[in-house]
Nanobody
Framework: VQLQASGGGLVQPGGSLRVSCAAS????????VGWFRQAPGKEREFVSA????????DYADSVRGRFTISRDNGRNTAYLQMNSLKPEDTAVYYCAGRRRATISTNASTYDYWGQGTLVTVSS
């Protein structure tokens, strides 16, 4: 499966942004989807994940209550709605697909990765 992340950009602190992850090549609904991010000089970290059905979700403590993950299997697309953005949310955001129904916070368990989309939170 090929994954394409999009929707990044420049946003002011306190603002909102929605990034998308479009899948192609294979049936998307069999895959759990995760979002990870990597800030300059830092390691890639888990942000959020959603099960194939959308019934299972998980969030990093740093984004819980501000970010919402969702998916539309009919459109082969997953989304990450980011609200109340902070400068520390600045990073390249990557979506990843996992050939299992269940979610994981471990990047090494994901099989497919998109190219990343840059989110910059700055005034």
């Amino acid at each position: 499966v090929q994954l394409q992340a999009s929707g990044g950009g420049l946003v002011q602190p306190g603002g909102s942004l929605r990034v998308s992850c479009a899948a192609s090549g294979r049936t998307f609904f069999n895959y759990a989807v995760g979002w990870f991010r990597q800030a300059p000089g830092k390691e890639r970290e888990f942000v959020s994940a959603i099960s194939w059905s959308g019934g299972g979700k998980d969030y990093a403590d740093s984004v819980r209550g501000r970010f919402t993950i969702s998916r539309d299997n009919g459109r082969n697309t997953a989304y990450l709605q980011m609200n109340s953005l902070k400068p520390e949310d600045t990073a390249v955001y990557y979506c990843a697909g996992r050939r299992r129904a269940t979610i994981s916070t471990n990047a090494s368990t994901y099989d497919y990765w998109g190219q990343g989309t840059l989110v910059t939170v700055s005034s």
